[in-house]
């Protein structure tokens, strides 16, 4: 019996998962991602591997979701906000140490196929997943196949600039890890979230977005005032996807989709910029918790898997 092992690489958190052929959860785990590390990063993932096929005494298979993609190119990795991975040989590296060949995909590409596969989008024909956490990522499904593109960066949404910029936000626009100035991460990652409600409400402490979110649970009047911005530019983003791509429903997933006010506020107010007399695209919040890229990863491996 073949079991499969999932891992999510994220930017502050590595999650690994192992599940039985028909999907049962055996274990999950989470540590901390180090942090601008490249071999700690590659030591860490390749230790909990090795970890997992001590424990568990059958076959397995690995499947890696990590932010970013690998060049066709040059066969490194590019486009992470975990910018020590890019220019990195990281498949390779890892083949070498676990002694056996792995599947790697964007992690937001794991992510829509985990709610594809048995999720919030298992009914949708044309689904976009939305990676709202360290990064701003996004992944497209079309019938459940996953779409990666002629240069593997289907889906990244988070590199267009902000749409529909108002002159406060073309003064504030910060320079992304890539390079260019305003684009949509930087607005709608946590900390574009910590730094937003750092310059509403002149604190010099800036909160993290989970305690934002402990606050906006609690009513707290500044917390609202941030999260309507927010969810202003979450809105308009997803707008200028929906104009792009129109799909049946957006699942988002990510540290910051357990702000539950985003599912109401945001659909309330798309239709300001999305080009249709009517929305049927539904928004709604991934099924499988807000690290289900790492179910995802897991089932890179099956054979009812298609990416293209």
């Not at 690995?62 to 040989?89: D, E, Q």
């Not at 964007?106 to 360290?134: Q, W, Y």
Request: some cysteine.
């Amino acid at each position: 019996m073949n079991m499969k092992i999932g891992i999510d690489l994220g930017g502050t958190k590595i999650e690994v998962i192992c599940l039985k052929p028909n999907g049962e959860e055996v274990l999950r785990k989470r540590i901390s991602s180090p942090q601008g590390d490249y071999s700690k990063t590659i030591r860490a993932v390749s230790q909990i591997i090795l970890d997992i096929k001590k424990l568990v005494n059958n076959p397995i298979s690995v499947g890696i979701g990590i932010p970013g993609s690998i060049s066709t190119l040059s066969g490194l990795v590019k486009n992470s906000n975990s910018t020590w991975l890019i220019g990195k040989p990281f498949e390779n590296d890892l083949t070498n140490i676990i002694g056996q060949p792995i599947k790697l995909a964007n992690d937001a590409n794991c992510f829509i196929l985990s709610e594809c596969i048995d999720g919030a989008a298992k009914d949708a024909i044309v689904a976009f997943g939305v990676i709202l956490g360290t990064g701003v990522g996004g992944g497209i499904a079309v019938n459940k196949v996953i779409m990666s593109g002629s240069n593997s960066i289907t889906g990244e949404w988070g590199h267009n600039p902000l749409p529909w910029q108002s002159a406060d936000e073309v003064k504030m626009a910060g320079k992304c890890y890539c390079g260019k100035i305003g684009c949509i991460e930087t607005f709608l990652n946590g900390s574009g979230l910590t730094k937003l409600h750092s310059n509403l409400s002149f604190k010099s402490i800036a909160l993290s977005a989970k305690e934002i979110n402990l606050l906006l649970e609690r009513n707290d009047g500044q917390a609202r005032k941030t999260l309507g911005i927010y969810a202003s530019r979450l809105a308009r983003s997803l707008s200028s996807v929906i104009n792009l791509l129109d799909p049946d429903i957006i699942v988002l997933g990510g540290g910051l989709s357990n702000i539950n006010q985003l599912y109401e506020l945001v659909p309330n107010s798309w239709h300001n910029w999305v080009f249709s007399d009517q929305i049927k695209t539904k928004l709604v919040k991934n099924q499988h918790g807000d690290s289900s890229g790492v179910r995802g990863a897991a089932w890179l491996w099956s054979n009812k898997v298609n990416i293209i």
